[in-house]
């Protein structure tokens, strides 16, 4: 079956740094997706792993590990403006659906 | 570029009616789109694949004939919630594949359904 888990609440203060980790069990690989979501809005591209490693892109970082089945998204000098929740997506395939997981959602406070 | 336009943004209507929400494709031809649902607090779930031309692929536990799909165009898939119910109140996205063209997913803004 596909299981994407990841934390459901986090909680930081602004200025800091947060992990959120995800791990996933899915049929196929194509590709690691993050996205921040405010709530009523569409979901917003943030990073995309498919190779080991990690890709930094500004305040935010994301890293996978494919033989582990893990990935997490970092984000640095939080502000409160990054208080939203944040979705991992597995890609099975190119041209398929992503599988999205359950979303965490990050609260952050001054 | 990639842009997918989705209307409308919010609907009300009254229970038993039915509503159709549009997605379009602006700058690019999608072949497939997805379409997801997503109630308060929780994570986007795929409710079907629709593929232009052909008729669309259900997940599990997604009634067909209530939520009808149509792509009858590279550029417009349509989904109409039939006979709606309160329990069908939820945020409705679709998603469009940029594959093989290049790589990602694109959305569209999201629908508000509030039946009454």
């Known amino acids: 079956g596909q299981n994407i888990d990841q934390p459901t609440e986090m909680t930081a203060t602004e200025g800091a740094i947060v992990q959120i980790n995800c791990t996933y069990q899915?049929?196929?690989?194509?590709?690691l997706f993050w996205y921040q979501q405010h709530a009523g809005e569409a979901p917003t591209f943030l990073s995309y792993?498919?190779?080991?490693g990690l890709e930094e892109k500004g305040r935010f970082s994301s890293f996978l590990s494919r033989s582990k089945g893990y990935s997490y998204l970092l984000l640095k000098e939080l502000q409160m403006k990054d208080s939203a929740s944040y979705l991992c997506?597995?890609?099975?395939?190119?041209?398929?659906?992503?599988?999205f997981g359950k979303g965490t959602t990050l609260s952050v406070s001054s | 570029g990639a842009v997918v336009s989705q209307h409308p943004s919010w609907v009300i209507c009254k229970s038993g009616t039915s509503v159709k929400i549009e997605c379009r494709s602006l700058?690019?031809?999608?072949?497939?789109m997805f379409w997801y649902r997503q109630f308060p607090k929780q994570s986007l779930m795929l409710m079907a694949t629709?593929?232009?031309?052909?008729?669309?692929?259900?997940e599990q536990g997604v009634e067909k004939d209530k939520f009808l799909i149509n792509h009858a165009s590279l550029t417009l898939s349509t989904l109409t919630v039939t006979s709606a119910h309160p329990e069908d109140s939820s945020f409705y996205i679709c998603?469009?594949?940029?594959?093989?063209?290049?790589?990602?997913?694109?959305f569209g803004s999201g629908t508000r359904l509030t039946v009454v």
């Open positions: 998603s469009a594949s940029l594959s093989p063209a290049g790589y990602g997913y694109t």
């Open positions: 899915t049929s196929g690989f194509n590709g």
């Open positions: 792993n498919v190779l080991d």
């Open positions: 997506a597995v890609s099975n395939q190119a041209g398929t659906a992503l599988i």
């Open positions: 700058d690019f031809q999608a072949t497939t």
């Open positions: 629709s593929n232009e031309g052909s008729k669309a692929t259900y």
